[in-house]
């Protein structure tokens, strides 16, 4: 018999900061989480997805609508200002930092959305299983952590291997949007996705222009404030044979 695993077998993309939040974000877990909190079976780890959990969109929105996914959705300003902007699609927002997810349903909850849900878990487990394949219109990865240091890449969300991660959650024609201040980190990324076999680029020239629906956040904001340029990448899900 195999001894069971107790441990994930790659590093994760995130470092959990301490579970704590302030009194408000306490108080605004215990009121909205009932609305916006989609909770998952865990796995091996408080951030894992059991391997046979199913996410099912028509069950949990009540409608058939087109599917935006933010992966490390932070404070929660895009998603926020999509799903408000946009009644007509489904958003979903996938973070593992709970104070964050806090604020997400405060600001959520004050701009009238409801068409949003939020998984706290780590983002590659839900595009890998928890998803149904092609649930996703489009997927957000906006200023991925970098992990600069040398030692430390191996961490990075967007390493090879991850087109296919990406690309089994996307629907035919669903559009993969990233952002990164992090020159380095945005060359690893077009090179992992240009090398996907599912992915085919969806901009001209070097890099993507701008993407609309990007609101200016904190991070972006310490990159441009530190001579940064910022850098937008879209992908496109090429037909499955
Ligand atoms: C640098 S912040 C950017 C937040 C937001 N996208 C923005 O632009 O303001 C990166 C976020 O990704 C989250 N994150 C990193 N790895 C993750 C993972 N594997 N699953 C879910 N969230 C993750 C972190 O907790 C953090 O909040």
């Given at each position: 018999?195999?001894?069971?695993?107790?441990?994930?077998?790659?590093?994760?993309?995130?470092?959990?900061?301490?579970?704590?939040?302030?009194?408000?974000?306490?108080?605004?877990?215990?009121?909205?989480?009932?609305?916006?909190?989609?909770?998952?079976?865990?796995?091996?780890?408080?951030?894992?997805?059991?391997?046979d959990?199913?996410?099912?969109?028509?069950?949990?929105y009540g409608?058939?609508?087109?599917?935006?996914?933010?992966?490390?959705?932070?404070?929660?300003h895009?998603?926020?200002?999509?799903?408000?902007?946009?009644?007509?699609?489904?958003?979903?927002?996938?973070?593992?930092?709970?104070?964050?997810?806090?604020?997400?349903?405060?600001?959520?909850?004050?701009?009238?959305?409801?068409?949003?849900?939020?998984?706290?878990?780590?983002?590659?487990?839900?595009?890998?299983?928890?998803?149904?394949?092609?649930?996703?219109?489009?997927?957000?990865?906006?200023?991925?952590?970098?992990?600069?240091?040398?030692?430390?890449?191996?961490?990075?969300?967007?390493?090879?291997?991850?087109?296919?991660?990406?690309?089994?959650?996307?629907?035919?024609?669903?559009?993969?949007?990233?952002?990164?201040?992090?020159e380095?980190?945005a060359?690893?990324?077009?090179?992992?996705?240009?090398?996907?076999?599912?992915?085919?680029?969806a901009?001209?020239?070097?890099?993507?222009?701008?993407?609309?629906g990007?609101?200016?956040?904190?991070?972006?904001?310490?990159?441009?404030?530190?001579?940064?340029?910022?850098?937008?990448?879209?992908?496109?899900?090429?037909?499955?044979?």
């Amino acid at each position: 018999m195999p001894e069971p695993r107790t441990f994930r077998d790659h590093p994760v993309s995130f470092v959990r900061r301490s579970g704590r939040m302030s009194d408000g974000q306490e108080r605004a877990w215990a009121a909205l989480s009932p609305l916006y909190v989609h909770d998952v079976p865990r796995g091996l780890a408080a951030t894992s997805v059991h391997p046979d959990a199913r996410f099912d969109p028509v069950a949990v929105y009540g409608r058939e609508a087109p599917l935006v996914v933010e992966i490390g959705s932070g404070q929660g300003h895009a998603i926020v200002h999509a799903a408000s902007t946009r009644p007509d699609a489904d958003f979903l927002a996938v973070e593992v930092f709970r104070a964050g997810l806090a604020r997400t349903m405060l600001d959520a909850d004050r701009a009238g959305a409801r068409n949003l849900r939020l998984i706290e878990a780590n983002a590659p487990e839900v595009l890998e299983t928890l998803l149904p394949e092609g649930a996703a219109d489009e997927l957000w990865i906006f200023f991925s952590d970098p992990w600069h240091k040398n030692r430390h890449t191996k961490r990075r969300m967007v390493r090879p291997g991850f087109g296919a991660t990406a690309g089994r959650a996307l629907r035919d024609g669903g559009v993969l949007r990233l952002a990164t201040d992090w020159e380095d980190y945005a060359r690893q990324m077009r090179q992992v996705l240009d090398d996907a076999p599912e992915l085919e680029r969806a901009f001209d020239g070097d890099w993507a222009p701008r993407f609309d629906g990007r609101v200016m956040t904190a991070f972006e904001r310490k990159g441009v404030e530190r001579g940064r340029d910022i850098r937008d990448l879209a992908y496109r899900r090429v037909a499955r044979g």
